[in-house]
C-alpha cells in the first residue's frame, strides 16, 4: 500500500490521541478504583506515581531506540504496551497488579510522542513541520476529553473490567492502523533504515544519562 503524508499523519495523530486517553483513563476512575481495591486516596497515588516515573525513567532510552528502529516500530510497541498494560489493570484484583499494568502503560505511553514527531519532521520541513506538530499534539490532547467524557460514562455504564478491556481494543486498534499506515519518511521503508549498531546504542545511553 503506498503511503501518503496524509495516510501516515492520521494514524501518527491517532497513535497519540490513544496514548493520552489511556494515560488519562484513571482520572476518571477514582473511586471505582478505591472500591474495588479498598485503597485508600494514598494507596492510589501509587497508580499515577508508577506511571510517570515510568514514562520519565525510559525518556532518554526511547531516544536511542527510535534512532535505531525508527517512529514506526517504536509506535507500534508503544501501542502494544499499552494495549497490556490495560488489560492487566482490567483484570486486576489488587493493587499491586494494577499499578503494574499502569507501569507498563506508562512505558508504551513514553515512546509515542517523540516518534510521532520524528514522523511529522520527516514527512514535512520548515514551517509546515511545524504547523503540524503543534495542530497534531493539540488534537492528541484530545483524548484527555475522550477520556472525561466518553470513557467515563462509559465506565459507569459497564463497570471497570469492561471498561478498561474496551480501552486495551483502543490500543490494539491503534497498532492495526499503525502497521498499515505508518512510515518513517516518505523515501524510506522500514527494512532500508540503517539501524545503530548495539554498541552505539550502549554509549549514547550511558553518555546522555550521564549529562
Do not use: C
Not at 490521541?17 to 482520572?27: D, I
Not at 481495591?37 to 515510568?54: E, I, Y
Not at 536511542?64 to 492487566?88: E, N, T
Amino acid at each position: 500500500m503506498k503511503r501518503t503524508a496524509t495516510l501516515v499523519s492520521i494514524a501518527a495523530v491517532l497513535s497519540y490521541f490513544v496514548a493520552v486517553s489511556e494515560r488519562s483513563s484513571l482520572g476518571v476512575a477514582a473511586l471505582q478504583a478505591a472500591e474495588r481495591f479498598d485503597a485508600t486516596a494514598a494507596q492510589l497515588s501509587a497508580l499515577t506515581v508508577m506511571q510517570l516515573v515510568v514514562y520519565a525513567a525510559m525518556q532518554v532510552p526511547v531516544g536511542v531506540l527510535l534512532d535505531r528502529y525508527g517512529s514506526k516500530r517504536l509506535i507500534v510497541a508503544g501501542g502494544i504496551l499499552m494495549a497490556l498494560g490495560q488489560l492487566l489493570v482490567a483484570g486486576a484484583e489488587v493493587l499491586p497488579q494494577a499499578v503494574l499494568g499502569r507501569a507498563i502503560l506508562g512505558m508504551g505511553d513514553a515512546f509515542t510522542f517523540i516518534s510521532m514527531i520524528r514522523i511529522i519532521n520527516h514527512w514535512y520541513t520548515g514551517a509546515a513541520a511545524t504547523r503540524r506538530t503543534q495542530l497534531y499534539a493539540n488534537f492528541g490532547q484530545l483524548g484527555q476529553v475522550f477520556s472525561a467524557l466518553p470513557f467515563a460514562y462509559f465506565l459507569h455504564q459497564v463497570g471497570w473490567s469492561s471498561a478498561y478491556l474496551a480501552l486495551a481494543a483502543l490500543a490494539f486498534l491503534s497498532v492495526f492502523v499503525g502497521v498499515l499506515l505508518l512510515q518513517d519518511s516518505p523515501s524510506t521503508e522500514l527494512k532500508d533504515v540503517a539501524r545503530t549498531p548495539w554498541s552505539v546504542v550502549g554509549r549514547q545511553l550511558v553518555e546522555n544519562i550521564k549529562n
